[in-house]
């Protein structure tokens, strides 16, 4: 393999994001402190359509629904409607939103294997971007994404809502004041339920649903209808598995919470499809990840099957409690050396204890989507650095990955080089590193 340092690989990145966007150019709006930010969503599934409804509530308008199956826009539409009463147009070319001159910010909702084509193209057409997580499909697309951000000076923000959580903004505050004293173990938690996956019927695509480019820059294969209906989530092609789609949250509020260290200088795995062994799935139901950093250790231990481990209820998120944080599937824990503490993601707050189990102090927490969405209207108004912007979430958007390649690989150590952004005199790492993209789709070639 022809070794090929960072730098040259993203002059030629770069160089492709602008082909894939060409004829998609156009100008951001410069808005007053009191205009209404105009976004489009490109992507209408579930999660979707519930970003765009809640920056509708703090305050944008919703001018377009992009989506290639006609179910999906007449439903985000219909599911808007009660608190925006004009319409917004339905389109199923997201290059035409892209272009549109009436369109200010673009949310990404898509599934992951789309969210950095779709996000370099809307930055170079002068779109400011809220792309969900994870933003990236792999390594060398964050860095792609966070170059053109830059390049273009767009806002890009990603949808890590821990980031704009006032109880997670004050346990950073306590973490930082030292009571709890040196940080040298970090426990991420993903440990979820799950099934076995099994693929079935692949059915017939929807009249007039153009597959082609569902598939976008992922490999071309037949229509199925589960794995367009979320079980795109099991294959390599199109995503890193629950590890990436919803551990990403955990893990990056860690990274929040020790300061934003940077990347780790290793990663090790290992575990596999443990439990569901026979079914059609590709991605682990069990992986535990150690990153090594110059002074502490994350650990980062992931499942998909006790059926006990359950997220943080929505009671409990949005009441004065605390989850029963043993069979918390999504906690934080940081083991200083004073004090412990016990972080939940997305509500739940957190607690402080010493020997015995004793708190010595507490916050309640409350869901921070509202405020994550009003974090990201104001950035596009003000030309901020929105609260999850690209580059803080670079290090965290790596992480996950490495994690699947040092699985991947053989379960085994690999040591990461931060500054060339790739694993050292590993060719099958870094065989990993970045895909190779459909012509008519993807960003660039692969390096």
């Known amino acids: 393999m022809k070794r090929i340092n960072r730098r040259q690989f993203l002059d030629g990145s770069l160089r492709g994001a602008a082909a894939v966007s060409a004829g998609l150019w156009g100008t951001g709006s410069v808005l007053g402190a009191n205009d209404r930010v105009r976004v489009a969503?490109?992507?209408?599934?579930?999660?979707?359509?519930?970003?765009?409804?809640?920056?509708?509530?703090?305050?944008?308008?919703?001018?377009?629904?992009?989506?290639?199956?006609?179910?999906?826009?007449?439903?985000?539409?219909?599911?808007?409607?009660?608190?925006?009463?004009?319409?917004?147009?339905?389109?199923?070319?997201?290059?035409?939103?892209?272009?549109?001159?009436?369109?200010?910010?673009?949310?990404?909702?898509?599934?992951?294997?789309?969210?950095?084509?779709?996000?370099?193209?809307?930055?170079?057409?002068?779109?400011?971007?809220?792309?969900?997580?994870?933003?990236?499909?792999?390594?060398?697309?964050?860095?792609?994404?966070l170059d053109v951000a830059r390049q273009t000076r767009r806002v890009l923000q990603v949808g890590t809502q821990n980031r704009s959580a006032p109880y997670n903004l004050a346990a950073l505050d306590y973490v930082r004041s030292g009571k709890i004293g040196d940080v040298r173990l970090v426990k991420v938690y993903n440990l979820k339920p799950g099934s076995p996956f099994t693929l079935g019927d692949p059915g017939q695509p929807p009249p007039g649903f153009d597959w082609d480019a569902w598939l976008g820059p992922a490999p071309e294969r037949p229509y199925h209808q589960h794995i367009f209906a979320g079980g795109w989530h099991h294959f390599w092609d199109f995503s890193g598995g629950d590890l990436c789609d919803d551990g990403i949250h955990q893990l990056d509020l860690a990274m929040m919470l020790m300061g934003d260290p940077g990347m780790p200088r290793a990663?090790?795995?290992?575990?596999?499809?443990?439990?569901?062994?026979?079914?059609?799935?590709?991605?682990?139901?069990?992986?535990?990840?150690?990153?090594?950093?110059?002074?502490?250790?994350?650990?980062?231990?992931?499942?998909?099957?006790?059926?006990?481990?359950?997220?943080?209820?929505?009671?409990?998120?949005?009441?004065?409690?605390?989850?029963?944080?043993?069979?918390?599937?999504?906690?934080?824990e940081l083991y200083g050396s004073e004090l412990h503490m016990t972080v939940g993601r997305h509500g739940g707050g957190w607690q402080v204890v010493q020997s015995g189990g004793r708190v010595v102090d507490q916050m309640f927490g409350r869901p921070p989507d509202a405020p994550h969405y009003a974090d990201f209207l104001d950035a596009v108004k003000t030309r901020r650095r929105p609260n999850a912007d690209i580059e803080t979430l670079h290090p965290s958007g790596c992480m996950i990955h490495m994690a699947n390649i040092?699985?991947?690989?053989?379960?085994?150590?690999?040591?990461?080089?931060?500054?060339?952004?790739?694993?050292?005199?590993?060719?099958?790492?870094?065989?990993?590193?970045?895909?190779?993209?459909r012509s008519r789709y993807g960003m660039a070639p692969r390096a």
């Open 41 to 145: 969503l490109v992507g209408c599934g579930g999660r979707g359509q519930y970003v765009i409804r809640g920056m509708i509530e703090q305050g944008a308008d919703a001018v377009c629904l992009c989506d290639l199956h006609e179910g999906r826009r007449a439903a985000a539409a219909r599911f808007i409607e009660p608190i925006q009463q004009k319409a917004p147009r339905l389109e199923t070319d997201m290059r035409r939103v892209f272009d549109a001159g009436d369109v200010d910010a673009v949310i990404v909702a898509t599934p992951d294997h789309w969210h950095a084509p779709a996000s370099v193209a809307a930055c170079r057409a002068g779109k400011d971007v809220y792309v969900e997580k994870p933003h990236c499909y792999d390594i060398r697309e964050s860095r792609i994404m």
């Open 267 to 332: 990663v090790v795995a290992t575990g596999g499809r443990l439990q569901h062994r026979d079914d059609d799935s590709q991605v682990p139901d069990l992986l535990v990840t150690n990153y090594d950093f110059d002074d502490f250790v994350i650990t980062f231990e992931h499942s998909n099957y006790p059926r006990y481990m359950r997220k943080t209820e929505s009671t409990i998120r949005r009441n004065d409690e605390f989850p029963y944080w043993t069979q918390n599937a999504t906690r934080v």
């Open 406 to 437: 040092a699985h991947r690989t053989g379960n085994r150590k690999l040591w990461f080089d931060a500054e060339t952004e790739t694993f050292p005199d590993d060719d099958d790492a870094n065989d990993l590193l970045g895909r190779t993209y």
